[in-house]
């Protein structure tokens, strides 16, 4: 058991139908993602990055091979060796390509109800989300609406609610897709400050070369396989 790997993977296969219908959306994706460590998953559209993503976020398990989370084996080909529901509120957060705030509910009370559901007291959950939000640098928007904030603001809601629980792991769905460049640097940079700061194990799958100096390894994925990752000054060189 290797504590120091926030997300580890070996062989990871998904295959979808059989016989003439088979398709292999995945096949024996194979990656390390140490504590304090920022991936980049970059690849074509239908290279199975959405796939992997979902296997390592214990929501559509793999077909064969194996998911270990700190240390432990969570799943074993379509076997899960945890609770799922549990292990994922408590070890993983998620970031998507929208930010998938509740409406009708205030930048703070997005976050904090995350804590909330998973135990914490009203007042420990809010100040836990202030101390966030304080953290991302939205803490002046925590009472508006989500309406009220920017494409950017957004996302760093949805980053603190992320990190409420402080997880082990944080998975990201093309963040910036819906950003211009200047705010979708800025919110890759904050990936990379939250990998470092809070000890996460990070993986960005994104179409944006621009920041790729931002990451500490970047893998590309095509045709389901994970080539073997290379350090982003090399990749930009």
């Known amino acids: 058991m290797n504590e120091h790997l926030a ?22 994706a194979t990656v390390a993602v140490r504590r304090g460590e920022v991936i980049a998953l970059l690849g ?6 959405s796939t992997f993503l979902t296997a390592v976020g214990l929501i559509n398990p793999p077909t064969s091979g194996q998911v270990l989370i700190s240390g432990v084996l969570v799943l074993d080909g379509p076997i899960a060796l945890v609770h799922l529901r549990s292990f994922r509120r408590k070890h ?40 966030l939000l304080e953290e991302l640098g939205v803490a002046d928007r925590a009472e508006n609406g989500t309406s009220m904030l920017s494409g950017g603001e957004q996302q760093r809601v949805a980053i603190a609610r992320a990190l409420a629980n402080d997880p082990s792991v944080i998975l990201a769905d093309e963040p910036t897709a819906a950003l211009d460049s200047h705010r979708g640097r800025q919110v890759m940079e904050l990936f990379r400050r939250v990998a470092h700061e809070h000890g996460a194990g990070v993986i960005v799958v994104t179409h944006d070369q621009r920041t790729l100096e931002v990451f500490d390894t970047i893998y590309e994925m095509e045709d389901g396989a994970i080539t073997n990752g290379i350090h982003s000054q090399e990749a930009v060189r």
């Not at 139908?17 to 096949?27: F, I, K, P």
């Not at 074509?44 to 990055?49: I, L, N, V």
């Not at 007042?123 to 836990?128: C, D, E, L, V």
């Open 92 to 131: 993983i957060g998620y970031v998507f390509q929208k930010s998938n705030l509740i409406p009708f509910l205030s930048a703070r009370e997005n976050v904090q109800i995350a804590l909330q559901l998973d135990g914490a007291s009203p007042r420990r959950a809010r100040r836990r989300t202030l101390e």
């Open 7 to 28: 997300i580890e993977t070996r062989g990871l296969t998904k295959v979808y139908g059989s016989g003439n219908t088979e398709v292999v959306a995945m096949r024996d």
């Open 44 to 49: 074509p559209s239908g290279a199975g990055k």
